[in-house]
């Protein structure tokens, strides 16, 4: 079992920065993913970003050019950097963790992986 906690949530404005992170009770081994997640007021859940243990990533189309997935192994931590904000990416982001996953760079963000935080919301105004 592995728990996650998100932090950096918050308001901004449109055009500012917001940088998440999310911490893992252990570390992962293995081909394993971890990745970002969010869900709109009346909208399904979407997959935002995914690296696997080989740092490979994919984005949303959405969010691609804008966001930034990383990792540091050392702390157990994912991170996402979020630039150039607009009110659509306002949405309740969740961190999500599986210990077998791999990463096909621009390819789909399977959200049917094992653990998931509470989330950490993030409203942009305009």
């Known amino acids: 079992q592995v728990q996650l906690v998100e932090s950096g949530g918050g308001s901004v404005q449109a055009g500012g920065s917001l940088r998440l992170s999310c911490v893992a009770s252990r570390a992962m081994y293995g081909r394993y993913c971890m990745g970002w997640f969010r869900q709109a007021p009346g909208k399904e859940r979407e997959g935002v970003a995914l690296?696997?243990?080989?740092?490979?990533?994919t984005y949303a189309d959405s969010v691609e050019g804008r966001f930034t997935i990383s990792k540091d192994n050392a702390k157990n931590a994912v991170y996402l950097q979020m630039d150039s904000l607009n009110p659509e990416d306002t949405a309740m982001y969740y961190c999500?963790?599986?210990?077998?996953?791999?990463?096909?760079?621009?390819?789909?963000?399977?959200?049917?992986?094992?653990?998931w935080g509470k989330g950490t919301l993030v409203t942009i105004s305009s």
């Open positions: 999500a963790a599986d210990p077998l996953c791999t990463v096909v760079p621009g390819g789909p963000i399977y959200d049917n992986l094992d653990y």
């Open positions: 690296i696997d243990n080989e740092d490979r990533t």
